[in-house]
């Protein structure tokens, strides 16, 4: 309750009732609500009268709980991520660059589905570009490395 404070008061919950209703619904579910599934149980309470006026402080808490993730597999494959990109030969990449690295990593197209081009004609036509007289010839020369990825 005290971690979700900021946010039940923003919602107009009376962070006082939410101890007494708590109890109260505890004694309700045990007694009443024995049969129900878990889904089930937390649809009557949210939807149904008298239920979601009578507990409606604590169950401002139960949906909050109910969207929270229930596996933290996705903070894993980051960290995963991080491991792979910030390794021992790139320990000094910026926050920035190691967050865009592992965006592209973790929701980008696959290596076969990237198509380069725009990426280095927006490079080349930069100020940053150090080869402006190579622009000429690079379509063909990432191709030829493109294709060469993806065959092998």
């Not at 996705?74 to 021992?88: D, L, T, V, Y």
Request: proline share 5%.
């Amino acid at each position: 309750m005290r971690h979700f404070k900021e946010p039940l008061e923003r919602s107009g919950c009376n962070m006082a009732a939410i101890q007494d209703e708590w109890q109260g619904l505890k004694i309700l579910v045990s007694h009443n609500f024995k049969d129900k599934s878990y889904s089930g149980l937390w649809e009557t309470m949210l939807t149904k009268d008298p239920y979601r006026h009578d507990y409606k402080n604590i169950l401002e808490l139960v949906q909050l709980m109910l969207v929270l993730p229930i596996s933290a597999a996705q903070c894993e494959r980051g960290f995963s991520a991080q491991n792979q990109i910030k390794n021992s030969t790139r320990s000094c990449l910026g926050v920035s660059t190691t967050e865009d690295l592992m965006r592209i990593s973790l929701e980008g197209p696959s290596v076969e589905e990237f198509d380069p081009t725009p990426a280095v004609d927006r490079w080349l036509t930069s100020k940053r570009a150090k080869w402006p007289t190579y622009k000429s010839s690079w379509t063909t020369d990432i191709l030829c490395v493109k294709y060469a990825w993806v065959n092998v």
